[in-house]
């Protein structure tokens, strides 16, 4: 996978070439997100099919505030170019860990970006004692269901999702 290691602040230095179009080699890093990543992000989260980003605050003061209560658990991935061409964001309330906002963007997909975007946020939220992590998922995402059971997750048949708007 092309991981060799971390810097002083925790974020991946090394690197994964991965094939883009043309078959042109592309290095792919990871580093942690930061609020300054939010109009990169959300361009990419906007042309995503999957996102369903109404259903939550998702505008940069939101975004940012799970980025601040979680900064070292939330993370893209980016190209030669600085482009953002993944994100994966970890939050924790303390007691369970969720994955928000996993997203490669389609030019970079099946070279296991998403694979190292929620290995870095299992690692984070392990070393902080968290036991289990959650992702929500809409029925209609098939390759996203796809892609969760090929890591080992499993969905959950006993309770449904519930939510209230303040
Ligand atoms: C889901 C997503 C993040 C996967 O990113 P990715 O970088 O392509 O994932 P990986 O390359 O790490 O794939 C890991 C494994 O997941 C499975 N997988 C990934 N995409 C898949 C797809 N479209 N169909 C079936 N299986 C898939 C494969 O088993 C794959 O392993 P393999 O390449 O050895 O076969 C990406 O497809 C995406 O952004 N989808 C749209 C947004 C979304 O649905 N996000 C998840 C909602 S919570």
Redesign the pocket.
């Known amino acids: 996978m092309g991981l060799q290691g971390s810097n002083k602040t925790g974020d991946e230095v090394a690197s994964k070439s991965v094939a883009q179009e043309k078959d042109k080699p592309q290095t792919v890093n990871i580093r942690r997100m930061v609020p300054e990543d939010y109009d990169a992000s959300y361009a990419l989260w906007s042309r995503?099919?999957?996102?369903h980003l109404h259903s939550l605050n998702n505008t940069y003061g939101g975004i940012s505030e799970v980025i601040l209560h979680n900064p070292d658990s939330s993370f893209v991935a980016f190209d030669e170019s600085g482009g953002i061409v993944?994100t994966?964001i970890g939050a924790t309330d303390g007691r369970k860990g969720y994955?928000?906002?996993?997203?490669?963007?389609?030019h970079?997909?099946?070279?296991?970006?998403?694979?190292?975007?929620?290995a870095r946020i299992r690692d984070v939220l392990q070393a902080k004692g968290i036991e289990k992590i959650g992702?929500?998922?809409?029925n209609d995402?098939?390759?996203?269901q796809?892609?969760?059971?090929?890591?080992g997750w499993n969905p959950r048949s006993d309770v449904t999702y519930w939510d209230i708007d303040l």
């Open positions: 995503t099919p999957g996102m993944g994966a994955i928000y906002h996993l997203a490669v963007d389609e970079f997909r099946g070279h296991g970006i998403g694979t190292r975007l929620v992702v929500f998922i809409v995402n098939i390759q996203g796809q892609f969760w059971g090929a890591q």
